[in-house]
T-cell receptor, first 111, second 113 residues
């Protein structure tokens, strides 16, 4: 089957904005999610967006959703070294609760 | 409030052995899901339980089984371990009526030698 696609690596300078992109597979997905995973740790739910929304902002995080292209992005403003982690995009196909994850984007923040 | 807790944190087993992993959900959460995360990949869904009933199962062999207890904690059991079962096993819980929002525990890292 199709996979949730993410670029594998992103490197930004401290203070710059980071944009992590994702292409998901199921146009019936009700929610789209962004999770953060720090080394050796579990997944932290960062934010999620309902499929009838185009944008959601939560402090330094902005999520943009393009349903037509099945494209999701996460923008982190004023990126800090503590933002260095792997970021996973996930969808719930057809509204089922088992989440389908991408392979993750490793964000490196250079001081 | 305590988050999702999992035990043990790390485990080393040999091929052919059996392992049991444990998960306690956030207080008030009744649904528990298990995911397997192989190094360099995203998590893959294994099982979901709600009110002690299996609600969903991912594409895993019958060597994998799980159950949920009356207090909503859960166990994942894997028999006849293979080298490829080495992974981080994640448990997630969610509130009734909000099963789409899952909160993950720190995981159990299993190494099969």
């Amino acid at each position: 089957g199709e996979d949730v696609e993410q670029s594998l690596f992103l490197s930004v300078r401290e203070g710059d904005s980071s944009v992590i992109n994702c292409t998901y597979t199921d146009s019936s997905s009700t929610y789209l999610y962004w999770y953060k995973q720090e080394p050796g740790a579990g997944l932290q739910l960062l934010t999620y967006i309902f499929s009838n929304m185009d944008m959601k902002q939560d402090q330094r995080l902005t999520v943009l959703l393009n349903k037509k292209d099945k494209h999701l992005s996460l923008r982190i403003a004023d990126t800090q070294t503590g933002d260095s982690a792997i970021y996973f995009c996930a969808e719930d196909p057809s509204g089922n609760t088992p989440l389908v994850f991408g392979k993750g984007t490793r964000l490196s923040v250079i001081a | 409030d305590a988050g999702v807790t999992q035990s043990p944190t790390h485990l080393i087993k040999t091929r052919g052995q059996q392992v049991t992993l444990r998960c306690s959900p956030i207080s008030g959460h009744k649904s528990v899901s298990w995911y397997q995360q192989v190094l360099g990949q995203g998590p893959q869904f294994i099982f979901q339980y709600y009110e002690k009933e299996e609600r969903g199962r991912g594409n895993f062999p019958d060597r994998f089984s799980a159950r949920q207890f009356p207090n909503y904690s859960s166990e994942l059991n894997v028999n006849a371990l293979l080298l490829g079962d080495s992974a981080l096993y994640l448990c997630a819980s969610s509130l009734p009526g909000q099963e789409e929002t899952q909160y993950f525990g720190p995981g159990t890292r299993l190494l099969v030698l």
